[in-house]
T-cell receptor, first 110, second 115 residues
Framework: QKEVEQDPGPLSVPEGAIVSLNCTYS??????FMWYRQYSRKGPELLMY????GNKEDGRFTAQVDKSSKYISLFIRDSQPSDSATYLC??????????FGKGTRLSVIA | ETGVTQSPTHLIKTRGQQVTLRCSSQ?????VSWYQQALGQGPQFIFQ???????GRGNFPPRFSGLQFPNYSSELNVNALELDDSALYLC??????????????FGPGTRLTVL
């Protein structure tokens, strides 16, 4: 079992839809949960991070962490064509290297 | 504030050759991590440098080595290149004293093709 599992998609939605992206993990030591956005042939861009369980909102983006289920989610409201990218979840136990999922490729169709 | 920069952008090498990739960290960041991202995969941790010392290493062979300089810029060296080394190599910088190691900011990457 990989430490971090993420459905690679691809996921295709119409403009304006709510998008739900998810990751599961097996290492209970993970405390920090990050979401990165990566456009084609570019480096990952940090969208947001959450410490431990709970929700965090930033504009159209909401990150949720459920440590009891070892499950994290990223919701994108009112999705735009410019949101089309690969979304990577990443996790860390603190001062340890980031462990990434495979990424989910998202296409938002105008 | 200057972001993370990497050079070169693209590189083509043949099997058995050696390559050096370069990274300049974001202003004020003293920690640099290197990742390998194969096509369709998430980044895999290679190693990390903190104040010019290697401070953690992933599951990569010794032919992957690195350096960090006093200005916190860094190099990744790969010897005896293999076809499977073809990937996007990403550098990320962070400032553990301020934001922790989890808040890492990535450069645009160097795409290495080994023929």
């Amino acid at each position: 079992q990989k430490e971090v599992e993420q459905d690679p998609g691809p996921l295709s939605v119409p403009e304006g839809a709510i998008v739900s992206l998810n990751c599961t993990y097996s290492n209970s030591a993970f405390q920090y949960f990050m979401w990165y956005r990566q456009y084609s042939r570019k480096g990952p861009e940090l969208l947001m991070y959450t410490y431990s369980s709970g929700n965090k909102e930033d504009g159209r983006f909401t990150a949720q962490v459920d440590k009891s289920s070892k499950y994290i989610s990223l919701f994108i409201r009112d999705s735009q064509p410019s949101d089309s990218a690969t979304y990577l979840c990443a996790m860390s136990a603190g001062n340890t290297p980031l462990v990434f999922g495979k990424g989910t490729r998202l296409s938002v169709i105008a | 504030e200057t972001g993370v920069t990497q050079s070169p952008t693209h590189l083509i090498k043949t099997r058995g050759q050696q390559v050096t990739l370069r990274c300049s960290s974001q202003s004020g960041h003293n920690t640099v991590s290197w990742y390998q991202q194969a096509l369709g995969q998430g980044p895999q941790f290679i190693f990390q440098y903190y104040r010019e010392e290697e401070n953690g290493r992933g599951n990569f062979p010794p032919r992957f080595s690195g350096l960090q300089f006093p200005n916190y810029s860094s190099e990744l060296n790969v010897n005896a290149l293999e076809l499977d080394d073809s990937a996007l190599y990403l550098c990320a910088s962070s400032a553990p004293e301020r934001g922790g190691l989890h808040t890492q900011y990535f450069g645009p990457g160097t795409r290495l093709t080994v023929l």
